[in-house]
């Protein structure tokens, strides 16, 4: 079991590897590939937000000179099989729907055809010159008329699962999690808090649209450069949407400009490879922002119901949650993590969790940095904020009191190892900003955040090179530092220098399989791959030195990167560092490599409490945040500016989704603001420093501790805006985003009651 | 995007001339200044190939004459130039302070007011702080010079008065005598790289005792253009521009908006916004003045 221990790696902070490349632009990135012959494909997108296709004819596009392809829905195999992996999940015959519609067109942006032309130019011309015949149906644009029995259906074929015998729903699916006894329990409760919150549609907001470039070699098998969470896959959702096999297909993942979950799916690489057969070239295709807001994943808008009851002294008695969540086009909301994370912070006797899956016409949800987690816990942080108020206690109090700990059973089933929401809760109590009044006038909110966190598979190979270089090999996109991370666990294992490690995020082709990095898994899982590579290495020194100092492996000890006889081996050598063996191994046996792959168990949640302070501008309804304080438990963290950075970036995300960021649409179903002006992500100025404070609580699934802290930081802000704004508005704005016309109307509507 | 051509005079005559002759042979021209709306607009929008004419290789769009009376601008000068010169700040803190929101110091390295008030877009931030401060463009074409104050140069949503072959070489502003000074403040949803949902410009003159003797309210992004609102000129005109004639200026601000509802903002927030803006805009504007 790990436990606080004295690093000379691990928790130490030098410059990620990646760093220097990006910030003078030298990095390429997934727009950056470019090939000899190559050409250029684009999307046409459906102008209607629900239609049925009759037609698409691409005749006149390919008359023109420079056009060399059209394709469409009918290009490609119908009834692919199976599930996707990674964090969104769904069907592969889903996904090859949502990348080019078949029969119906399922919401505004909707690819229905594609072209590849001699120039980009001349491919979005070419665009204007394809045919499509549609027949417009009537939207479903919100979830609770999606919801209403003879509501117009997003897919005629759709049904609930599990309630089939009912017939054609927009709900895909219904969770369920119950304990107790939740009517007894509010019986007993002395305050009660019932209310209705909503959430909108957000994005993701990755700096680098998606992009990918397709080659086919002579015999037939396909080259992918992408930026991409997860290049394995890519290859198998590639592969699955063009009814070939993984081994026709290579893909060779760019840096990455951000993803946050988004790129854990695919829209372009099956067409970019369609077209590349059709063609015999390279293709390249690039999104314009515009597109990756009309057809890539946002994450669902949702509608939550919480009621949640306590006695006087703060024990919660009973809680109930309903949530319902737009899935998009096709099945497949996060509302299951929603209702698993929705009380996940405590110990809770009677509950009960209803989770919806419903269809709407808008782009199909994408994973979001712990999805389903933020609309849900926006609704019960937001709740417990006036369960607090109504019993007159401290908003951490309450929470503390009701405190999930180590052999809590979890809400969702299993029983929690140690966690650290009850460190974080106490941190935040004595922080300096907590103890420090606000400001006259200022509100001030507080919450928790959880995210579970995964492992999944990984591997990685670490090889010496005949200088003592270091090069460890694995297969997990780098989007937050974590090649720095896999450099200082290597470094730390082995006892060497961090710049004697060089870490590389391999092709399908150079590395073992890693699942998607997404989850938080990337640290924790291929981490744990790294470490136990590494250790294969330090075997495999000890039998070099014991070879060369005739002595069994046995009698070697590996200490601070060195070979040494063991205490009570008596022989008379020097020790032998990892840089001699590297340098004689020619002579002592050849290359030296370790490898590991595994399917890592024991993520270890990850807690999170912020609080904030607001001003609220009582003319105008803007809301500026002062203040924001971060605490979350880490587990271990290996390279501490990075989780930190994890932390910033995550709460920066939360607070643009609780003050502007929204879809707003027209009643047919078209996204207004399908641009960075205005889908108000935050910029700089608009927020205060992001206080940090990192709890360790380590996971005792691995060896250094580490849990993902890559997600939870988005969970809480939410709620914290929230409850801030209501504190300092003296009534409660239930729903997102606070943005100034919001707030402004609601508290005109509040003078006048 | 597909090939344009780019032509740089560096006279007013050859402008003019330019401009003439691809409107007789009904060939499409279009100025460019600083180009951060104009090269923005070409790779999205507005793609048709066009000829592009710089007026920045011009002398007469390229002077700045702070010392006289009027004051000249040249619609060749980026902003960052008018931001960092005290003097002008001095004289103008109000159009400076619309100067210096138009998006970054990176695009304000570019942008001109010129091209904000040739974009003529109704949301252009230092419109109103060109109309308050009472600035008239001067407008070079084929038949010669002409006049036309700030306020009567807009005609609706990115349109204006300008013909085929004219440009705009500058704006004169009559020089703040005494006790005079202006304020400019828009609302944005975030403290930068935003367009305004509504924004307000006053520029006032106060006698020694406070009393205001002259005022001009210019207010934008509530209605198809940039608008002079002489009633709310009228509401401080002969006051003390305390809370109550600042309250009744912000209403008849609200009263001349007619703005429309979409993603940036709804009637009734632009209605209610545009008048707090005036009142706060108004008092810096007084505080400034009581100041000289
Ligand atoms: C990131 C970003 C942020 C922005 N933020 C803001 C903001 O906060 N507020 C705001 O108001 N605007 C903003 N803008 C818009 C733009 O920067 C301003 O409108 C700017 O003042 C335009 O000036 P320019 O010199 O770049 O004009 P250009 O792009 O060169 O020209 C603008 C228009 O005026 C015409 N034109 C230019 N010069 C002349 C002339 N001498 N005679 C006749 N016509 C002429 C052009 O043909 C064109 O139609 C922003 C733009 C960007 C890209």
Same mark, same amino acid.
């Given at each position: 079991?790990?436990?606080? &221990? ?77 599930? +996707? ?75 609930? &699962? ?65 930026? /991409? ?24 993942? *760019? ?38 807001? &009309? ?20 024990? +919660? ?124 006038? /200022? ?59 060089? !870490? ?79 340098? *004689? ?169 | ?21 691809? !409107? ?51 619609? !060749? ?45 109704? !949301? ?169």
């Amino acid at each position: 079991m790990a436990e606080a &221990r004295d690093y000379r790696a691990i928790g130490t902070r030098p410059v990620r590897p990646d760093g220097v490349d990006k910030v003078t632009g030298r990095a390429n990135f997934g727009a950056d590939m470019n090939l000899p012959n190559m050409i250029h494909g684009k999307v046409l997108r459906s102008p209607h937000a629900h239609a049925r296709i009759k037609r698409v004819d691409g005749s006149r596009a390919l008359e023109m000179p420079g056009v060399y392809a059209v394709i469409s829905g009918a290009d490609f195999p119908s009834g692919a099989e199976g599930e +996707i992996s990674g964090e969104g999940g769904g069907t592969v015959s889903d996904l090859a729907m949502n990348i080019m519609a078949r029969d119906k067109a399922l919401y505004h942006g909707h690819a229905v055809a594609a072209v590849a032309a001699k120039t980009a130019f001349l491919a979005e011309t070419a665009l204007e010159l394809i045919d499509v015949e549609y027949e417009v149906l009537p939207p479903v644009l919100d979830v609770d008329v999606a919801m209403e029995p003879g509501a117009t259906l997003v897919n005629e074929n759709q049904r609930t &699962r599990g309630n089939e015998s009912a017939g054609p729903s927009n709900i895909a699916a219904v969770t369920k999690f119950e304990r107790g006894d939740p009517e007894a329990g509010f019986a007993a409760a002395d305050v009660v808090v019932e209310r209705d919150y909503r959430v909108p549609t957000a994005h993701q907001g990755y700096i680098e649209p998606h992009a990918c470039t397709a080659s086919l070699d002579e015999q037939g098998r396909a080259t992918v450069w992408c930026c /991409t969470q997860g290049h394995f896959d890519v290859r198998s959702m590639t592969a699955g949407v063009l009814g070939k096999s993984v081994g026709e297909i290579k893909v060779i993942p *760019s840096e990455i400009g951000g993803g946050f979950g988004g790129k854990t799916v695919i829209y372009l690489e099956p067409l970019a490879v369609k077209l590349s057969e059709l063609t015999g070239r390279p293709v390249k295709m690039v999104m314009s922002r515009e597109e990756v807001f &009309r057809a890539t994943g946002p994450t669902s808008a949702s509608h939550c119901k919480i009621k949640v009851g306590a006695k006087r002294d703060g024990t +919660i008695t009973a809680a109930t949650a309903w949530l319902a969540y737009e899935a998009g086009a096709y099945p497949g909301a996060p509302v299951g993590p929603g209702c698993m994370s929705v009380f996940a912070p405590y110990d809770l006797e009677n509950f009960r969790i209803e989770g919806f899956d419903v269809l709407v016409n808008k782009p199909k949800a994408a994973a979001y940095r712990a999805p389903g987690a933020p609309q849900s816990m926006h609704a019960m942080e937001s709740a417990m904020d006036e369960l607090a108020r109504g019993i007159g206690m401290d908003p951490i109090d309450l929470r503390l009191e009701n405190c999930a700990d180590e052999g809590t059973q979890a809400p969702y089933g299993p029983v929690y190892p140690p966690i650290g929401i009850r460190k974080c809760l106490e941190a935040a109590k004595v922080h300096t900003n907590y103890t420090t009044p606000k400001a006259e006038g /200022t509100g001030r909110g507080i919450a928790a955040g959880f995210w579970f966190n995964i492992g999944m598979q990984s591997s990685a190979e670490v090889r010496l090179s005949e200088d003592g270089t270091v090069t460890v090999m694995e297969g997990s996109p780098d989007i937050g530092g974590s090649r720095a991370s896999m450099c200082l666990m290597a470094a730390e294992t082995l006892g060497v220098p961090y710049d004697v490690v060089r !870490a590389h995020v391999g092709d399908t082709e150079s590395t073992g399989f890693c699942n998607v990095t997404g989850g938080s898994r990337t640290t924790f899982a291929t981490g744990l791959a790294v470490v136990q590579a590494c250790e294969d290495i330090i075997a495999e020194c000890k039998q070099r030195a014991a070879a060369t100092w005739d002595v069994d492996a046995d009698q070697v000890d590996w200490t601070e990167g060195e070979a040494i006889p063991k205490p009570g081996v008596n022989i008379d050598v020097q020790p032998l560092s990892l840089a001699d063996i590297a340098g *004689s191994m020619g002579r002592t046996g050849g290359p030296i490599l370790g490898r590991a792959s595994l399917n890592a168990q024991g993520a270890g949640a990850g807690f999170s409490v912020n609080f904030a302070d607001v001003n609220v501008d009582q003319e105008t309804g803007k809301v500026d945040i002062l203040s924001f304080t971060a605490i979350q438990d880490a587990g271990t963290a290996i390279h501490p500016s990075y989780v930190e950075g994890q932390m910033q970036g995550g709460a920066v995300q939360g607070l643009g989704w609780a003050l502007n960021e929204e879809y707003i649409y027209d009643d047919n179903g078209v996204m207004e603001n399908a641009g960075f002006l205005d889908y108000r992500v935050p910029v700089a100025s608009d927020m205060p420093m992001i206080d940090t404070q990192i709890i360790e609580v380590p996971n005792p699934s691995h060896p250094y501790g580490v849990r993902g802290v890559g997600e939870t930081p988005i969970v809480a802000p939410l709620a914290v805006t929230s409850n801030a704004v209501s504190d300092a508005l003296g009534f409660r704005i239930s729903d997102l985003p606070l943005s100034p016309p919001r707030v402004l109307a609601a508290i005109d509507a509040h003078e006048e009651d | 995007m597909e090939a344009y051509a780019y032509a740089r005079p560096t006279t007013l005559d050859e402008a003019v001339s330019l401009l003439a002759a691809h !409107a007789n042979e009904g060939r499409r021209t279009q100025l460019l200044a600083g180009g951060t709306d104009v090269l923005v607009q070409m790779r999205s929008v507005d793609r048709e190939p066009r000829t592009l004419v710089d007026v920045k290789h011009i002398a007469d769009t390229n002077r700045l004459d702070i010392d006289s009376d009027p004051v000249f601008i040249g619609s !060749a000068i980026p902003s960052a130039i008018l931001n960092e010169n005290e003097e002008l700040k001095s004289l103008f803190p109000g159009l400076i302070e619309a100067a210096d929101l138009i998006g970054s110091t990176q695009i304000q390295g570019r942008a001109t007011i010129g091209g904000n008030l040739c974009n003529s877009s109704p !949301a252009g931030d230092t419109i109103p702080a060109i109309i308050a401060a009472g600035g008239v463009c001067v407008i070079a074409g084929s038949g010669g010079t002409r006049r036309v104050a700030c306020e009567d140069f807009l005609t609706g949503v990115g349109t204006n008065v300008l013909e085929a072959d004219e440009l705009l070489v500058g704006l004169e502003f009559p020089r703040p005598k005494g006790r005079t000074a202006d304020g400019y403040l828009r609302f944005i949803p975030r403290t930068e790289m935003d367009i305004a949902v509504a924004g307000a410009g006053v520029a006032l003159s106060l006698d020694d005792g406070g009393t205001c003797t002259a005022a001009r309210v210019a207010i934008g992004a509530v209605a198809p253009t940039a608008l002079l609102v002489p009633a709310a000129a009228d509401a401080l005109i002969g006051t003390k521009v305390d809370d109550e004639a600042l309250a009744a200026a912000g209403a008849a601000c609200t009263a001349a908006a007619s703005p429309i509802s979409d993603k940036r903002g709804t009637i009734e927030y632009r209605n209610k916004v545009v008048a707090v803006l005036c009142r706060r805009a108004g008092a810096n504007a007084r505080d400034r003045a009581l100041a000289r």
